[in-house]
């Protein structure tokens, strides 16, 4: 079983920035692939941005290309997002996830929720 915990989130006025983290525990050898997702009310979980372990290939959601960043540290078994050029329309709760390598084979999988097998309980992102 793996724990993810987030942190990082908050108010933030249009154009700033924010950087999130989720701390994993447990058996991440098990996973290979971690993600964040995000989900406004009234919206469907969205995904935004994936890291493959190993080689640390990425893949971003459009809506975020250019203004987000993934990354992770090894040691500290967290990851990161950081957000700039933060908008109105970033507001969600943000959850970090975590899945199997297999996830990766096909891009249509990489962001798709029900891949990911463990969870956070996320963390408030408002964007004003």
């Known amino acids: 079983h793996v724990q993810l915990v987030e942190s990082g989130g908050g108010p933030v006025q249009a154009g700033g920035s924010l950087r999130l983290s989720c701390a994993a525990s447990g058996d991440t050898y098990s996973t290979g692939c971690m993600a964040w997702f995000r989900q406004a009310p009234g919206k469907e979980r969205e995904g935004v941005v994936v890291i493959r372990f190993g080689d640390s290939s990425t893949y971003y959601a459009d809506s975020v290309k250019g203004r987000f960043t993934i990354s992770q540290d090894n040691a500290k078994n967290t990851l990161y997002l950081q957000m700039n050029s933060l908008k109105p329309e970033d507001t969600a709760m943000y959850y970090c996830?975590?899945?199997?390598?297999?996830?990766?084979?096909?891009?249509?999988?990489?962001?798709?929720?029900?891949?990911?097998?463990?969870w956070g309980q996320g963390t408030q992102v408002t964007v004003s």
């Open positions: 996830a975590a899945g199997p390598t297999s996830l990766w084979y096909s891009p249509w999988w990489r962001l798709q929720p029900g891949k990911y097998e463990y």
